[in-house]
């Protein structure tokens, strides 16, 4: 008897497994949902709700960072050139300083 047990669940399976492919077989080349991300309108907005977040974060870390100089140590003609333009400006103010 068990080995009668052991073929019927045997005789199952491949049952199972041959109506699984045909149903396979046969769905197959139907797409189902939306064929491309701009398809479904969800998807879509999620999307540009993400780039709108990107852009903000940008945004705010450039705002931070927009006003902030470095120069490399190696850039001594930078450097000295800031330096002058300090000394130009301040010769200026007080040049009209004196004149009032």
Do not use: C, W
Not at 32 to 56: C, I, N, T, W, Y
Not at 62 to 67: I, S
Not at 75 to 89: D, F, G, L, N, P
């Amino acid at each position: 008897r068990s080995s009668d047990l052991v073929a019927a669940r045997a005789s199952r399976n491949i049952a199972s497994d041959y109506k699984y492919k045909q149903a396979y077989e046969k769905a197959k080349g139907k797409h189902v949902g939306f064929r491309s991300l701009q398809d479904d309108p969800k998807l879509v907005h999620f999307m540009h709700v993400a780039k709108m977040q990107s852009e903000r974060e940008y945004k705010k870390e450039y705002e931070k960072t927009k006003t902030k100089y470095h120069t490399p140590l190696d850039m001594v003609s930078i450097t000295s050139a800031k330096k002058s333009q300090e000394v130009a400006t301040n010769i200026n103010y007080k040049r009209l300083d004196r004149k009032s």
